[in-house]
């Protein structure tokens, strides 16, 4: 025979539900009350698939087992529907509560399954269909089923209060209202061995499809919610995190000034320096995220000068040995310091090899060419050409021309020469001034 109108569209219904709530499970975060809604709706899927086999069944053998097997699913409703009613209101499930509920749902299925005691091995024509009569226990244990059913659906009614769309405060208990009156409707039928209205010959299908539309429509709207939710929080923590950006650049920029303080010789040269050189890295497209470490490897470059004795950063005659050495750790002593915190460690590279040399002469580890760091050799373009700029307490301030030349003069030996030539072009093109014929590369 056919199935009855509301058992297929029941089970179609169910089913994409459960791949709707193992998808929100699984991709959406704190998705635990969708988790813990699953059991019901595998329970569901499980009872109405059976249904649809009796159904069809033309054996009164089959017919007994399907209805034993049916109601493994009805009684699996001890545990899923307390299961189902936590992933509602949001709250983990009691230990005695699932403990109960387990003891309940083994010992119902024991008994359908190895005893006459709740469903009998004699078959029962019921609206055509092939099923089996009940046992003795049968009503004790669906009554206590109901109870735990209505309980729920008080339960959910508080829980439907507190929700902020008032439009599932009326979905809810809509769906599991009628599930219950469809439940009673079935289990009426049954004990009396015909349905109570001979149209609705499997009213629980109908119970279970008001279910389905019901928290269908609740998953929906949650998740609906939880986008609007998460896409709130997004854009908080983008506007955090761009003020805190804004706030770590700043703090930088003080660091970089008290720094060029300690010299008074160099006032500004921290930000002039970060300026030629993030010149320098957009003529080779160097990305912008690279572009960004390197302006604050340039702002905290001469970090480490605050080792430096201020006797002999301004000593006008030349430095001794010993004194040499203070300038000579004194990238050491710059990574030292900001290898601290973990905001600086993709910079530490770029400010401990920005004194190195293209020709392997520099320090602090002698390297040459390509293994000095990109970032690092455009750092000591730009450092050289704005000390140059600078007087010194050794040495007046040279013009641009003279920078320039001697940038030329030391390609290849102090400086990357591909570096040298890309600065020089676009100080002029950034001028829009022709190259002077006098300078030659």
């Not at 339960?155 to 769906?175: A, C, D, E, S, Y």
């Not at 001469?302 to 004795?309: A, E, H, L, S, Y």
């Not at 140059?388 to 641009?400: C, D, N, Q, V």
Request: some cysteine.
């Amino acid at each position: 025979m056919a199935p009855s109108l509301f058992t297929l569209p029941s089970f179609v219904l169910l089913f994409f539900i459960n791949l709707a709530l193992i998808y929100l499970c699984l991709n959406v975060k704190n998705g635990g009350k969708f988790c813990r809604a699953i059991p019901f709706f595998i329970s569901g899927i499980f009872t109405i698939f059976i249904q649809l086999l009796i159904e069809f069944n033309n054996s009164p053998q089959k017919g007994v087992l399907l209805f034993k097997l049916q109601h493994l699913g009805f009684w699996s409703y001890f545990i899923t529907a307390p299961l189902l009613l936590n992933a509602l209101a949001g709250e983990e499930i009691k230990r005695w509560m699932l403990v109960l509920s387990a003891v309940l749902t083994s010992i119902s299925c024991f008994l359908t399954i190895f005893t006459d005691s709740i469903i009998t091995q004699e078959p029962l024509i019921y609206e055509k269909m092939y099923i089996a009569r009940l046992g003795s226990l049968y009503p004790f244990i669906a009554t206590l089923l109901f109870l735990i059913c209505i309980l729920a659906y008080r339960n959910t009614i508080i829980f439907v209060k507190r929700l902020k769309n008032k439009g599932l405060q009326f979905i809810m208990p809509i769906g599991l209202g009628l599930c219950i009156i469809s439940g009673l409707f079935d289990y009426t039928g049954k004990i009396y061995g015909e349905p109570l209205i001979p149209a609705l010959r499997n009213a629980f299908s109908i119970g279970m499809l008001s279910v389905g539309i019901s928290f269908g429509i609740f998953i929906l709207a949650s998740y609906t919610q939880l986008v609007q939710e998460y896409k709130k929080s997004l854009d908080n923590v983008e506007m955090l995190l761009k003020k805190n950006n804004q706030n770590f650049n700043e703090f930088v920029q003080l660091i970089a000034k008290t720094i060029d303080a300690k010299d008074k010789y160099t006032a500004g040269h921290s930000m002039r320096v970060a300026e030629y050189a993030v010149r320098i890295a957009r003529v080779l497209n160097i990305d912008e995220k690279q572009i960004e470490l390197l302006k604050k490897a340039c702002l905290l470059h001469d970090i480490g000068k605050i080792g430096i004795p201020d006797g002999v950063l301004n000593k006008k005659s030349p430095l001794s040995r010993k004194e040499l050495n203070y300038i000579y750790q004194h990238p050491v002593l710059g990574k030292e310091i900001l290898s601290q915190m973990s905001e600086f460690q993709e910079i530490l590279d770029i400010i401990y090899f920005h004194h190195e040399r293209y020709d392997g002469s520099g320090y602090p580890h002698g390297l040459k060419a390509e293994e000095i760091p990109l970032l690092a050799r455009i750092l000591a373009v730009a450092d050289a050409y704005d000390a140059m700029l600078s007087e010194r307490p050794y040495r007046p301030a040279k013009t641009k021309m003279e920078a320039i030349k001697e940038l030329l003069n030391s390609k290849g030996k102090q400086f990357d020469p591909e570096i040298v030539e890309k600065f020089i072009d676009s100080l002029y093109k950034g001028n829009c001034e022709p190259l002077p014929d006098n300078i030659s590369n």
